[in-house]
C-alpha cells in the first residue's frame, strides 16, 4: 500500500466554478487572512478539476475560502502531512439516519447520507424531526413510493420511518393492484412530498415484484413533471424469477427511455449479481439512446434484507444463487439449515433481517471488482439501521455487539479505498475517490442545488472534507462483529466543524444540515 507520489502538474491556484466565491483565490491573496481552520500538508484530491498534489486549504465557516502552495494562517489548524485529503464522502443510499447510524458512517468518512432507494411517506416530517434533533452529518430524503402505498392500501401511518417501512416490506397487504381512485390517491401523496423537498421518488419495486407496469409509469412520469429522479430497487431479473411481468433492468431502460425520467438503478450489484453483465448491456444500450440512467454498487457480496422478501421464496431461492445456508438470521448470527427453516421463519418474523451471502470477497475478488469498477456508477453503503438483541439503546457509543447492521453500513468506503490503493479494483484513487464522492454529487445536482457545493474541493465549496491515512484507511467490521467502526480516518468535517477529530467521534456536535429539491 505504497502511495503514489501526487502529480506536479496541476496549476498552483485553482480557478473556480462556484458563483460568488467570498475570496477569489484568482486575484486575492490568501494570506490576507486568518482562516478559522486550515489543513495543512496534505495531498489534496479533487477529482472534478483533477488535481492531485499537495496543498493547504483554508475555511472561513462552512467554506473552502483559498486552496494554496503557499502557507495559510489559521486559528486552528490540521496537520495533514502523509495523510489524503478529498471531499466529503456522499453516500446517497443509506437507512441508518439515525444518531447510531450516522456515527458508523461519518467513522467511515462519509459527510452527506441520504435515504433516496425506501425514502419516507412525509418527508416533512422527516425533515423537521432531523432538524429538532440535530444530526452529525447532512441528511436527505425522497418520497417513498412503498411507504405511500403502505398507508393508502394497507392503512399504515403516514409518517413512516424508514426502518418501519423496511420491517413491513415482506407483508402482503400493501402489495395488491390498486384501484384508479387509489392510484389517484398516492399520486397526490406522492406529489405533495416532491413539492415539499423530496429528493425524489424513491421505488422498492423489487419488493412488490407483481406490481402493475402502467403503476410504475406513472410514478416515473410524476417525477419527471416534477423535475426529479427516481431511486428504483428493481424488479428481479427474468432469470430470476420467469413470472415477472417484465424484466427488472429492461423495464428501467424503457420507462427512462419513455418517460424521459431519470431513472437510477439502486444497488444494481445485489440485483443482478451473476447477470451483472446482461443487466449492463440492457441499461448501457437506452442510455447510447439518449436514455437518463445512472447506477450505483456497494462492495460486498452479501446482501441484507427482510426474510419475508420475495426473492427469498423457497421454491424460487435457488434462481438467485442462493441455498438455505446462505441464509444467515442477523438477530442469531445462524446460517439456516433448510428451506423448511426458511419457510418457517417467514411466517414467524416475516421482517426479520437476514444476510444473503452471494459469493465470498475473499475468495471471489474479481466479482467485487466487476462491480465497482464502472467509473460513473456512485459507491453506495445500503447502510441498514441496527437491530438489538435486548433494549434498544442509539445512545451507547461504542455501539455494542449486541446491536447487529449489514457490515456495510460501517465499513463501505474504508473498504473501497483500501481496495483501490491496493490496485485491485482497476481504478485508480482519483476515480475511486470519484465514485465516492462526485459522482454522487454529479447525480444529484440537477434538481439539488445543495449538491453542487459538495463532492469537490474548490474554492466556494462547502467544506464537507474528509482526511485519511493511506497507510492504514481499511474497513473492519465483518459479518460476526457488523458495528466495527472503519480506521485510518483522521478527521472528517462537515460544514466546517469536526465531527472526527484525531480519529475519535466528537459526540456532542450536530453540524448536518438537510439536502433538499430546489423547490
Ligand atoms: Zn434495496
Redesign the pocket.
Known amino acids: 500500500m505504497t502511495m503514489p507520489p501526487p502529480s506536479q502538474e496541476f496549476p498552483t491556484v485553482l480557478t473556480t466554478k462556484h458563483e460568488a466565491p467570498m475570496l477569489d483565490s484568482v486575484n486575492a491573496d490568501p494570506n490576507a487572512i486568518d482562516y478559522d481552520i486550515v489543513i495543512e500538508g496534505g495531498r489534496v484530491i479533487d477529482p472534478e478539476s483533477g488535481l492531485d498534489a499537495l496543498r493547504n486549504i483554508g475555511i472561513v465557516g462552512n467554506e473552502i475560502r483559498a486552496i494554496a502552495t503557499s502557507e495559510l494562517r489559521g486559528r486552528k489548524k490540521i496537520d495533514a502531512r502523509d495523510l489524503i485529503v478529498v471531499p466529503g464522502l456522499i453516500d446517497m443510499h443509506s437507512h441508518a439516519l439515525d444518531l447510531a447510524g450516522q456515527r458508523l458512517q461519518a467513522m467511515d468518512g462519509v459527510t452527506t447520507a441520504l435515504e433516496l ?1 425506501s425514502g419516507v411517506p412525509d418527508v416533512a416530517s422527516a425533515y423537521a424531526e432531523a432538524a429538532q434533533d440535530g444530526r452529525l452529518i447532512n441528511y436527505g430524503y425522497s418520497a417513498s413510493w412503498a411507504g405511500v402505498r403502505m398507508h393508502v392500501m394497507a392503512g399504515e401511518s403516514r409518517n413512516a420511518t424508514s426502518r418501519q417501512i423496511l420491517e413491513k416490506l415482506g407483508a402482503e397487504r400493501w402489495k395488491r393492484d390498486a384501484m384508479p381512485s387509489e392510484r389517484a390517491k398516492m399520486r397526490d401523496l406522492l406529489e405533495n412530498q416532491l413539492q415539499g423537498g423530496a429528493l425524489g421518488i424513491g421505488i ?1 419495486l ?1 419488493y412488490s415484484p407483481y406490481a402493475d407496469p402502467s403503476e410504475m409509469i406513472d410514478v416515473a412520469r410524476l417525477a419527471q413533471e416534477n423535475g426529479l429522479p427516481t431511486f428504483t ?1 428493481a424488479r428481479p431479473l427474468v432469470e430470476q424469477d420467469p413470472s415477472v411481468p417484465v424484466d427488472g433492468a429492461r423495464e428501467i431502460a424503457e420507462i427512462a427511455a419513455s418517460t424521459g425520467a431519470h431513472m437510477h438503478y ?2 444494481i450489484n ?2 443482478s449479481n451473476q447477470h451483472i453483465d446482461r443487466a449492463c448491456q440492457v441499461i448501457d444500450g437506452a442510455i447510447a439512446e439518449g436514455a437518463r440512467i445512472t447506477a450505483e454498487s456497494y462492495p460486498y457480496g452479501a446482501g441484507m ?1 427482510v426474510v419475508g422478501a420475495q426473492s427469498l421464496h423457497p421454491e424460487t431461492l435457488s434462481a438467485y444463487e442462493l441455498e438455505a445456508t446462505d441464509i444467515i438470521y442477523s438477530r442469531t448470527g445462524r446460517a439456516l439449515s433448510s428451506l423448511e427453516e426458511l419457510a418457517e421463519l417467514r411466517r414467524v418474523d416475516p421482517g426479520g433481517l437476514v444476510f444473503e451471502r452471494y459469493f465470498d470477497e475473499e475468495t471471489s475478488p474479481h466479482r467485487l471488482s466487476r462491480m465497482l469498477s464502472p467509473k460513473d456508477w456512485a459507491v453506495v453503503s ?1 447502510a441498514m439501521p441496527l437491530v438489538w438483541n435486548g433494549r434498544q439503546d442509539d445512545t451507547q457509543w461504542p455501539i455494542p455487539a449486541r446491536a447487529i447492521t449489514h457490515p456495510r453500513s460501517a465499513g463501505t468506503f474504508g473498504r473501497t479505498l483500501k481496495l483501490a490503493l491496493k490496485g485491485s479494483l482497476g481504478l485508480t484513487l482519483g476515480e475511486a475517490v470519484s465514485k465516492c464522492t462526485l459522482q454522487p454529487a454529479t447525480i444529484l445536482e440537477a434538481t439539488s442545488p445543495a449538491m453542487r457545493r459538495k463532492g469537490r474541493l474548490q474554492v466556494g465549496c462547502d467544506a464537507d472534507i474528509t482526511i485519511f491515512d493511506p497507510q492504514v484507511v481499511s474497513d473492519q467490521a465483518t459479518y460476526r462483529n457488523t458495528t466495527r467502526t472503519s480506521r485510518g480516518f483522521s478527521h472528517v468535517l462537515v460544514g466546517g466543524v469536526l465531527v472526527v477529530h484525531e480519529g475519535n467521534l466528537q459526540m456532542d456536535m450536530r453540524p448536518g444540515r438537510p439536502v433538499r429539491n430546489s423547490s
Do not use: I, P, Q, V
Request: aromatic residues 0%; hydrophobic residues 10%; proline residues 0%.
Open positions: 432507494e422498492l423489487g430497487h439502486c444497488h445485489s440485483t434484507t445500503d
